[in-house]
C-alpha cells in the first residue's frame, strides 16, 4: 500500500508570508493530485501532476513533482487568508485508486 | 464540469439500524466510483472501489459484508452502512473519475455526515 506523508501537519502563517508543504510518498507513483478540503466539506481538485518534473501555477499557490524523489511540493506565495484550509496531496496508485496524505492545516492570520 | 451529487448530505440514526448513501454523477459516467471515511480532523481513508456490474473491491480493514456497495449502473453506487453504531460515525466521501485514462482528476461529492446515536 502506498504510504503519504505530508509536512507540516498544521501551518499558521501570517498573510504576506511565504511557505512549502511537502508530501512524500513510498512507492513508485507518476502523477499526483492536490486538492484543498473547506471545514464540513468535501474536496475541491487543485493540481494534476503528470510526470517527472511538473510544474503547475494557480493564482498563489504552484505545485510541483519529483517522481525520483517521491516527493512533491505545494508553494504558497504572499498568503493570504482565503487560502486558509486544509490541503491534501494524492500519488496516484495502482487502478485509478488514490491515497491521500495526512493533511496540512493552513491558518493565515491577518 | 463534472459533478458529482451524494445524498443525503446529514444523517442521524438510532445504533443497530442500516443507513444507505446514494453517489451519482450527474452529467458523466463512471464506470468506477470510490468511497471514502475520514474521521474529524484525519485524512482520507479509501474504503472501496465500486466497479458498475461487478463486485466492489474492499480496503484491507474494511468489512465488506458491513459496509455494502452497490453499483447498479453507470451513474450511481450506494454504500449501505449496516446495523451502525457509533463507532461507525463519520463523513462519507464518494468519488468518480471521468473518463478511463489515469490523468484524470476524480471529482468528489460533497460528503454524507453520519452520526449514530
Not at chain 2, 479509501?46 to 459484508?65: I, R
Request: proline share 4%; hydrophobic share 35%; net charge neutral.
Amino acid at each position: 500500500e502506498l504510504k503519504v506523508e505530508q509536512n507540516p501537519l498544521f501551518l499558521s502563517m501570517q498573510e504576506g508570508k511565504n511557505y512549502t508543504i511537502y508530501c512524500n510518498y513510498s512507492t513508485t507513483s507518476d502523477r499526483l493530485y492536490w486538492y484543498r478540503q473547506d471545514p464540513g466539506k468535501s474536496l475541491e481538485s487543485l493540481f494534476v501532476l503528470l510526470s517527472n518534473g511538473a510544474v503547475k501555477q494557480e493564482g498563489r499557490l504552484m505545485a510541483s513533482l519529483d517522481t525520483k524523489a517521491r516527493l512533491s511540493t505545494l508553494h504558497i506565495t504572499a498568503a493570504v487568508h482565503d487560502l486558509s484550509a486544509t490541503y491534501f496531496c494524492a500519488p496516484g496508485g495502482a487502478g485509478n485508486q488514490f491515497y491521500f496524505g495526512t493533511g496540512t492545516s493552513l491558518t493565515v492570520i491577518p | 464540469g463534472a459533478v458529482v451529487s451524494q445524498h443525503p448530505s446529514w444523517v442521524i440514526c438510532k445504533s443497530g439500524t442500516s443507513v444507505k448513501i446514494e453517489c451519482r454523477s450527474l452529467d458523466f459516467q463512471a464506470t468506477t466510483m470510490f468511497w471514502y471515511r475520514q474521521f474529524p480532523k484525519q485524512s482520507l481513508m479509501l474504503m472501496a472501489t465500486s466497479n458498475e456490474g461487478s463486485k466492489a473491491t474492499y480496503e484491507q480493514g474494511v468489512e465488506k459484508d458491513k459496509f455494502l456497495i452497490n453499483h447498479a449502473s453507470l451513474t450511481l453506487s450506494t454504500l449501505t452502512v449496516t446495523s451502525a453504531h457509533p463507532e461507525d460515525s463519520s463523513f462519507y466521501i464518494c468519488s468518480a473519475k471521468q473518463g478511463s485514462g489515469d490523468n484524470q482528476p476524480q471529482h468528489f461529492g460533497d460528503g454524507t455526515r453520519l452520526s449514530i446515536l
